[in-house]
């Protein structure tokens, strides 16, 4: 069986320091994964290489094949009909992530376009907006057609980050990569976005790489995970195994350090 | 996240090469203008030679149309720009920081008033004012045109420092710093004032060649300096009268402004990096 | 699995924009005040300055040797008799009313010989910034793009070179080359018909146009290159790039837009340089524009002459300056909204 | 009470109002934490307690003063009573000092009499931070390190309370628990006075807590009663919220 994404010996470096270094795994179609690690720990340059969207100053060795393609190596125009067909990514910071200038409704509107250029030769008019509110609508977000005539800085947070995931969700993309996607977040809304985000992806299917730093978040969404640090794979597991007995002492650490957050608040959570 | 560190890293090889050849440049002119309060190759007022001389062993540039080595004027010329620069500046920054500390901190409205008016200042023409002044002041005298272009440099500067300094008070150091019982005045000395120098000096740097330039302009205008104090824009003014059979005399004081400015900003460049303690990291 | 809304969503098809109008209105208002108030300022500024010119303004109006009542003769003609605050108020209204007065010297109105200026300075201003921005759009674009190769590099440090180099000597430099030496251009003057003859106009035109072109290119490719750099660095293009647009149509699509907005009111800034700069390139040229009928007012001591193009000079760049702040707002967004608070 | 809110209210003019009517008060010895989200006037707060901004109604009183920011001798006493810890490592030092004269700031402005250095280097100590820190810079170190620093400024002149504003937020898990214990040890001869959003933190170190909404206190007391029976909804949101570790 093949994967949809196969990471081997990923080595990321520029002007002689290694960010990650030997770095190997792979996602299943349909898969959740998850990556764990603190700051500089490498989790999202690993994430930016698979997209093949580091900069140019920044060397990737090693092999990263997606969706039968490799990545490495591969010029930027083969590499355009990958992303936003094979991944889609959900970026930390929503507020920057959209185009300050343009309403939401058209910068949902610009991947779907995209989508039904590549599907069919001629979309039906109208096609195009009457996607933008559908999404709208999937992402939970009220009044699909005010939002879609506002301006990013017009809507909430959340509300922003809804509009990011149903941008990633236009390109209906076999693998969602979420990077740090709640971490802007306050809690009550980063439950919502966490639910939310679940529930489309097993809805559509997709295979799930969600990066994060915090463990309890990433717990709820994935069923493997693999702890980073410094750029160095550490562990690799189901969130069960691990969370239970962590084979490196770092990730003790970490599993200790949230258990006894969690302890503090007492049982009445979920 | 990750990768924004490393947009940081810089190669510093490159700053302290900007450092030497701004020093050199800066230094030489410095040396030079020194130079001519003691000895010029020539006696700058009077006939050393023929008339337009092309360039010899005896004078390095030629001679202007009266026969006066061209080196010499060249050199003085030097010191007028050292002059003017140093001058308008230090009337921009002392003027400028001034202001611009004292609308960071005043209240909404007298700032917003004071933004404003800096803003309707700043788009009055520098050049346009320095004219205006050099003509209103009984002869045309250097002073007036270091006054008239030290006022249009502290508007900016003073625009500036109200943004730099609004950026500062913002931080939590500023909170901590007041709440350790530091007084305002105090809070200025120890953290706004050594946070927005660098900045600062790059623009002190920028506003120095701008008024070489300007007051070169306005020599060539005919409203700089009266002819004792040769300046590199009149230089240059008599010389395009004669640029068919001499092309060497406007050529040469250009060459010694832009390397002067150029050096003024490379040598701003580079310091900033010098001393900045936090240089390499950006947060 | 989808639930369809039944109305369609057609962009700009509902207004919500219609509420932010007042808001905008508001905004062009109070943008205007403040002009009206710059013009106040600079109207003061002015006659302060002017007032300090040496001598009687009266003077001008005398022979040598003139009478004790042939000087209050000439004073209560030119209004150097009354009191400071009514000359103030004298001058206002006669701005406001674009009575600039009479030349002491042509005894023309000041009005119409500027008028006559301005058909020079204007077309050699807009054309030299014109082929300003021609030059250092695509330049700045490419030096901030293509940053890690040898041309990038070479672009901007040499616009680092055009800032310091002052605009007469390029002009002068401009001269030994292309009239002394290639004979290409004429090394100075101006048709005596003027626009009558567009050929010969633009002919003399073309050196100090391009002098002005490159000159203000040096300086508004640094602007351009970091408002690039920017866009580039920003994460809405990674946003766009990580869902499939090309770099080209993530460029275009938000990239331009974006870039506009800090370029806008730089663009404002550096048109009214160049109108400013224009002043120095006539007099390399010996065009017969505003800035040569400034010198040649200070030298004879014409103060409606130099009183007129001052303050004209000052007009225009506060509209221009105007004109930018409301483009500015018209591209973004954000600022129309911020429109309402208090000034920032 | 060490320090007492009654109804106070704080509001920039003509726009929203950012606290209504917030009563509460900390007992001395005690550590409350002021939980809230994004708008939830804690910072605000905040800078009211700091003494930084006045209400626009009602009273905040420290022992039985009322706290008056245009009161210079009060505030000298109260600038020495009461110290800020802030959420960003990186704001909250000045980059261009060396870390001796970010401690010694407090000990300097309230013309605190004594050997300076040694009453940094026993800050030092307690915050486990080495004695040679004295002469480097802030950006020679880690965020966790630079917040011990900030914890060094803001008890080296012995003051009563310590407000932290987000304290630990911005720091990694790993570093978190270790700062997070710092506080802990703090806490037990000082007052502390621990704003943040988060409930885990706050839990695990708080003894009373302060639930805020939209500027308003929804409720309060007993850390351990509140998590065990949250009686408004917002808190039972609040709490639901939290992603725990898997069974």
């Known amino acids: 069986m093949s994967a949809l994404l196969s990471v081997q010996g990923l080595t990321v470096s520029t002007g002689g320091k290694t960010l990650v270094s030997d770095l190997s795994f792979s996602i299943g179609s349909g898969e959740r994964m998850g990556l764990i690690g603190e700051s500089g720990s490498g989790k999202s340059m690993t994430a930016m290489a698979v997209t093949g969207l580091l900069p140019a100053n920044i060397s990737v060795a090693g092999s990263i094949v997606l969706d039968g393609q490799e990545v490495v190596g591969t010029d930027d125009k083969h590499l355009n009909r990958l992303r936003g067909v094979a991944t889609a990514v959900v970026f930390q910071e929503p507020l920057t992530a959209l185009d300050p200038l343009m309403k939401i409704g058209k910068q949902i509107g610009e991947p779907v376009r995209r989508r039904l250029a590549r599907e069919q030769a001629h979309a039906p008019r109208g096609a195009v907006e009457r996607e933008v509110l559908d999404l709208l609508d999937k992402v939970a977000l009220p009044q699909p057609e005010r939002i879609a005539n506002a301006y990013p800085h017009e809507v909430s947070g959340g509300q922003r980050q809804r509009v990011a995931i149903a941008m990633a969700l236009a390109c209906r993309p076999k693998l969602l990569i979420a990077d740090e996607p709640t971490t802007a977040l306050d809690v009550t809304t980063q439950a919502e976005i966490l639910k939310l985000l679940d529930g489309l992806v097993r809805e559509t299917g997709m295979a799930l790489l969600f990066i994060s730093h915090d463990l309890p978040v990433v717990a709820q969404v994935v069923e493997r995970v693999m702890v980073l640090r410094d750029g160095v794979a550490l562990e690799e597991g189901t969130v069960g195994d691990m969370f239970a007995n962590p084979a490196h002492d770092y990730t003790q650490t970490l599993v200790d350090a949230a258990r006894m957050f969690d302890e503090a608040l007492g049982r009445t959570g979920s | 996240m990750t990768a924004l560190d490393l947009s940081a890293d810089r190669p510093s090889r490159r700053h302290s090469l900007a450092l030497s050849i701004g020093l050199a440049l800066v230094g030489l002119n410095v040396a030079v203008a020194i130079l001519t309060l003691f000895w010029t190759p020539y006696d700058p007022l009077n006939a050393s030679g023929g008339r337009l001389e092309a360039p010899s062993l005896l004078h390095w540039v030629g001679t202007d149309r009266l026969g006066r080595d061209y080196l010499t004027q060249i050199m003085i010329g030097a010191r007028t720009a050292l002059i003017v620069g140093t001058g308008a500046v230090a009337i921009g920054a002392s003027i400028g920081v001034t202001l611009g500390i004292l609308a960071a901190f005043a209240t909404r409205l007298l700032d917003d008033v004071m933004a404003a008016t800096l803003d309707i200042l700043i788009a009055f023409p520098t050049l346009l004012l320095a004219m205006l002044v050099v003509a209103a002041s009984d002869s045309a005298s250097l002073w007036s045109a270091i006054l008239a272009l030290g006022l249009a440099i502290s508007a900016i500067v003073a625009r500036l420092t109200r943004i730099l300094a609004k950026r500062v008070l913002r931080q939590d150091y500023i909170i901590a710093s007041r709440t350790s019982g530091t007084s305002w005045p105090g809070v200025v000395v120890r953290h706004v004032l050594p946070n927005i120098w660098p900045t600062l000096s790059v623009n002190f740097a920028l506003q120095f060649g701008l008024a070489v330039i300007a007051e070169a302009s306005l020599s060539y205008l005919g409203l700089g300096a009266p002819p004792p104090n040769a300046s590199w824009g009149r230089l240059l003014q008599e010389a395009q009268g004669t640029v068919y059979t001499a092309p060497v005399g406007a050529i040469a004081p250009g060459i010694a402004l832009v390397a002067l400015v150029i050096g003024m900003n490379l040598l701003a460049d580079g310091l900033r990096d010098v001393g900045d303690p936090t240089r390499g990291r950006s947060r | ?344 | 009470m060490m320090l007492d809110l009654q109804n106070v209210n704080f509001g920039y003019a003509r726009h929203r109002k950012v606290l209504t009517d917030v009563s509460f008060s900390v007992r001395a010895g005690a550590s409350v934490g002021l939980v809230g989200e994004s708008g939830s006037g804690k910072t605000t707060l905040l800078r009211l307690l700091l003494g930084l901004e006045r209400p626009t109604s009602g009273t905040i009183r420290f022992g039985d003063e009322t706290l008056d920011p245009a009161d210079s001798a009060f505030m000298r006493r109260y600038r020495r009573a009461v110290q800020p810890v802030f959420q960003d490592p990186y704001s909250s030092l000045d980059p261009r000092q060396k870390v001796l004269d970010i401690i010694a700031e407090p000990l300097q402005s309230l013309r605190i009499a004594g050997p300076r250095k040694d009453a940094v280097a026993q800050a030092l100590e307690s915050v486990g931070l080495p004695l040679d820190a004295m002469q480097r810079y802030p950006h020679e170190f880690s965020g966790g390190q630079r917040q011990r620093i900030a914890i060094a400024r803001a008890i080296v002149a012995r003051p009563q309370i310590i407000l932290a504003d987000e304290a630990v937020s911005a720091l990694d898990l790993s570093t978190r628990i270790r700062i997070v214990d710092l506080f802990k040890t703090l806490s037990a001869t000082l007052t502390l006075v621990f704003v943040s959003h988060d409930l885990g933190v706050v839990a695990s170190l708080c003894e009373e807590m302060v639930i805020l909404e939209k500027g308003q206190v929804v409720e309060s007391g007993k850390t351990r009663d509140i998590l065990a029976a949250p009686q408004h909804p917002y808190t039972q949101r609040l709490l639901a919220s939290i992603p725990r570790m898997p069974a």
């Open chain 3, 1 to 344: 699995m989808f639930l369809c809304k039944s109305q369609h969503y057609r962009p700009r098809a509902s207004r919500p924009s219609d509420e932010r109008n007042p808001a905008i209105l508001a905004y062009i208002l109070r943008r205007f005040a403040i002009l009206i108030l710059s013009l106040l300022i600079a109207a003061v500024v002015l006659f302060v300055l002017l007032r300090l010119l040496p001598g009687d303004p009266a003077n001008a109006l005398l022979s040598v040797g003139a009478d004790q009542q042939q000087i209050e003769a000439a004073r209560e003609q030119v209004g150097s008799n009354l009191p400071l605050w009514e000359q103030f108020l004298r001058f206002v209204g006669s701005l406001a009313r674009f009575d600039l007065g009479t030349s002491f010297v042509s005894g023309k109105p000041v009005v119409e010989e500027i008028a006559t200026r301005l058909t020079v300075t204007v077309p050699l201003a807009l054309l030299g910034f014109a082929l300003a921005v021609a030059i250092a759009v695509p330049l700045g674009i490419l030096s901030a793009v293509k940053a890690n190769r040898w041309y990038g590099a070479a672009i901007s440090t040499i616009s680092q070179l055009g800032i310091a180099i002052p605009v007469f000597w390029v002009g002068i430099l401009l001269v030994t080359v292309f009239a002394v030496n290639l004979r290409l251009f004429p090394s100075g003057g101006y048709p005596r018909r003027g626009w009558q003859n567009e050929g010969q106009v633009l002919y003399a035109l073309a050196l100090p146009v391009l002098t002005i072109g490159l000159v203000m290119a040096a300086s508004l490719i640094r602007y351009i290159r970091s408002a690039t750099q920017d866009v580039l660095g920003s994460d809405y293009l990674r946003t766009a790039r990580a869902l499939g647009a090309s770099y080209s149509q993530a460029l275009i699509r938000h990239g331009i837009r974006n870039g506009a907005v800090p370029i806008v009111s730089i663009l404002g800034i550096e048109l009214a340089t160049t109108l400013l700069g224009a002043v120095v390139v006539e007099r390399v040229f010996a065009l017969p524009g505003l800035g040569s009928m400034l010198l040649l007012a200070i030298e004879q001591r014409d103060y409606p002459n130099v009183q007129g193009v001052l303050f004209i000079s000052t007009l225009l760049v506060l509209l221009i300056g105007f004109a930018a702040d409301l483009l500015q707002r018209v591209i973004d967004p954000r600022l129309r909204e911020r429109a309402t608070g208090a000034a920032a």
